[in-house]
Nanobody, 123 residues
Framework: QVQLVESGGGLVQAGGSLRLSCAASGRTVSSSSMGWFRQAPGKEREFVSAIISGGNTYYADSVKGRFTISRDNAKNTVYLQMNSLKPEDTAVYYC?????????????????WGQGTQVTVSS
């Protein structure tokens, strides 16, 4: 059974940084595609970033240059380093995992989801 547990969310001022973690069990992050999505109140869940098993990374245009996804295979954990945070980054951030994936950008492509962690950026 795959379990994904996010942590690291919180309240930060605009311009600040946070690092989100996603600890995975049941399947190794190195052999899976791992992704981050976010959902703001009243909005649909949207793609933020992904890293596939081969190591390629993907980012939404809105976070390119500010967010970095990485993984620690020994800890079976994926991270999302978020710098230069903006109020519009405020959302619940979800970790996702899938072994086979057709498009990292679509929520329907991902099989497993974490419970989410709240990120709030104040202006």
């Amino acid at each position: 059974q795959v379990q994904l547990v996010e942590s690291g969310g919180g309240l930060v001022q605009a311009g600040g940084s946070l690092r989100l973690s996603c600890a995975a069990s049941g399947r190794t992050v190195s052999s899976s595609s791992m992704g981050w999505f976010r959902q703001a109140p009243g909005k649909e869940r949207e793609f933020v970033s992904a890293i596939i098993s081969g190591g390629n990374t993907y980012y939404a245009d809105s976070v390119k240059g500010r967010f970095t996804i990485s993984r620690d295979n020994a800890k079976n954990t994926v991270y999302l380093q978020m710098n230069s945070l903006k109020p519009e980054d405020t959302a619940v951030y979800y970790c996702a995992q899938s072994y086979y994936i057709t498009s990292v950008y679509r929520t329907s492509s991902w099989r497993y989801w974490g419970q989410g962690t709240q990120v709030t950026v104040s202006s």
